[in-house]
């Protein structure tokens, strides 16, 4: 739900990848050294745009979806300062220690951060060696997110991936020796084939090297990715729906004994602590400012932008904005193509209800409906009683005090899209 006092937090999307993932649909390609010089370049102009915007100085203009007009970005609404800095990408570990030191020097001396900031990279377990452990460590990550994937060179080798399973295993090794707050890693799930024990097997070897987090993602086949290609000429064959179900509840069974709490659908932390502190500001509509083609922002009340998905165009729309005095989008001609951002929208009261209930509903916190109605004057409870009474009945949410309150069971976030989805909501009677 909006969280207008929550610090907002910021993302910093890098494109680049040494290859591209056959299951990937983010904004990745492949790029030498001078695609990557450039892009650093116009990322630094980006924050520094943003630097003017956030001091009240220029506007920020965007194409509102559909309508082709030009419209300025209201300027950003939170006065706290970022408490999080997400490095995500891409591969943003593949740069050097230098480069992330200017990208992290350019955030800090330009936008507000908050001391205690969180800072997560995103590493492949190909750029995590003893010094570049240290550097991360000494550019104040906090947070080291490995992408491992999985540990089974078949599944390895299915999903594309480069590294094997005794490089990923050093790659999580040193870094639960260094001192970051929190170590987590990625593992994909579900992939055509793979039996329960298979999996388990994964699994536990991920456990037993004991990290802090844990996030177990479902495979899924996103169109235009090569897996999709091969779905559509039969040489690729998804798991049965009541398969991937097993293995989720296998998933969930399996981290709950190891002591990794789940507190989403695909997120198990070994303590509050070390919960994903950026994430959270996407599941309860908190502000965040997304720098880097693709990077979508949200200003903590209502107004969502993104930028231009493809690297080029997101270049363009920077490489146009005119003198480094201005904000922006104040260039000459005042018209489009003289911004990284792509489109922007309004989100309704429904729309946020209906957001709010969706993303809540992944979560293990639920979703209140009551704030929701103080929020947004929509009384999603009032309209949907007897759905809720028998979600409850069967299983699918937590008996819970106040009523209001929504926390689904194990069996309810197997469902969370569907359950979100057998809502109706009313029209607001309030703003
Ligand atoms: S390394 Fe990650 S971001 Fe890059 S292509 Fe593979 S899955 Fe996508």
Redesign the pocket.
Known sequence: MTNRLAPPGLYIHVPF?????P??D?A?QTGGPRRRGDFIRLLLREIGLWSRLLRGEGSAPDRSAGQGSHQAVPSWRSEQPFDTIYLG???PSSLSPEVLEEILAALHGSLPIAPEVDVTL?A?PEDVNTGNLRSWQRLGITTLSL?I?SFDPDALSFL??SHTPEKAGAALRGALESSFETVSLDLIFALPGQSPMRWEADLRRAIEYGPDHISCYELTVHEGTRFARLKERGELVELAEDDKAELFLLTHRLMAENGYHAYEVSSFARGPNHRSRHNRKYWDHTAYLGFGPSAHSFDGVSRRWWNERRLPAWEAGLQRVPGASSGLGTGASGRFGQSPIAGSEILAPADLVLESLALGLRTTEGVDLERLRDLYGIDVEGENGALVASLRRDDLLVDTSPASLLVPTLRGLAVADALARSFEIPPATAS
């Open positions: 990848c040494a290859r591209v993932c299951y990937c983010f990745v990408g891409g591969t995103e492949n992408g994937q594309g991936r």
